[in-house]
């Protein structure tokens, strides 16, 4: 009997050290916070909160900071706005991709007055696009007022001969449009007299501009038959293709009702 008392005596005693142990696991669980998972480390970014356009100037309102994963940040991207704001993107940048620093020139503001470039004329080409010079023969070439990252369409003026006698006559349309200047050539300016003289602006002699290659031999066709090319400047948010009728004496007659005199009697 007594023999059987202490084996219970015993195992109540082994069974409150198991209770015992297990409250104190418990409470050490409670006591201890469980440490939380370690984030991967960021960066913030500079990337295009608007779609940017190859030639185009790089403005802080197409432009915002998004964090990203260290491990995931392409080799060139940009962390600070002062070092994209102003500059020419080389290559289209869609919504919320980073900008790439070698796919943007600089653009800085020569003494007098025109807009240069770090860059070589090769370097701020596309890859499927060709450089021509579109010589500045009209008054808005030859401005100033239109310098590298601008878009333009191109008008002509030429005289189409008929195979009959009447027939013929001018033709003006509009040839190309939303052309990229990608620079401007000018005459080397000439020397100031006084020291204290800012200097001048060369005389602008052409614009050179980004186009396909059979648009190259276009220009060409139209600048050696001697047709009077001009330009219409675009805003940097015009993007759209017109279709756009030639205009010739017979369109102005149907248009505006013009009548060929007749003599007084």
Do not use: C
């Amino acid at each position: 009997m007594k023999l059987r008392r202490g084996w219970i005596f015993y195992l109540a005693g082994l069974l409150l050290a198991i209770g015992a142990g297990v409250l104190a696991v418990l409470a050490l669980r409670q006591a201890v916070p469980t440490p939380e998972p370690t984030r991967p480390p960021t960066r913030p970014v500079i990337v295009a909160k608007q779609a940017i356009a190859a030639r185009q100037v790089v403005l802080v309102e197409a432009l915002e900071v998004r964090d990203f994963l260290v491990d995931e940040i392409p080799s060139g991207a940009v962390f600070r706005m002062e070092d994209v704001v102003g500059k020419v993107a080389l290559q289209p940048v869609a919504i919320g991709q980073p900008l790439l620093a070698q796919n943007l020139v600089s653009l800085s503001t020569s003494s007098a007055g025109g807009i240069t470039t770090t860059a070589k004329l090769a370097a701020l080409l596309p890859a499927d696009k060709i450089g021509v010079v579109l010589p500045a023969t009209d008054l808005l070439s030859r401005s100033g007022d239109v310098d590298t990252g601008d878009h333009i369409d191109i008008l002509a003026s030429i005289i189409v001969l008929g195979t009959e006698q009447g027939e013929g006559g001018q033709v003006t349309l509009l040839t190309l449009q939303d052309v990229p200047v990608v620079k401007t050539l000018e005459e080397a300016a000439p020397q100031q007299s006084g020291g204290n003289q800012p200097p001048t602006r060369g005389k602008i002699i052409g614009l050179v501009v980004a186009v396909d290659p059979q648009d190259a031999l276009t220009l060409k066709y139209f600048v050696d038959a001697g047709a009077n090319v001009s330009i219409a400047v675009r805003p940097p948010a015009l993007t759209s293709i017109f279709q756009i009728v030639p205009v010739t004496l017979n369109y102005l007659a149907d248009r505006f009702g013009l009548q060929v005199p007749q003599p007084l009697p």
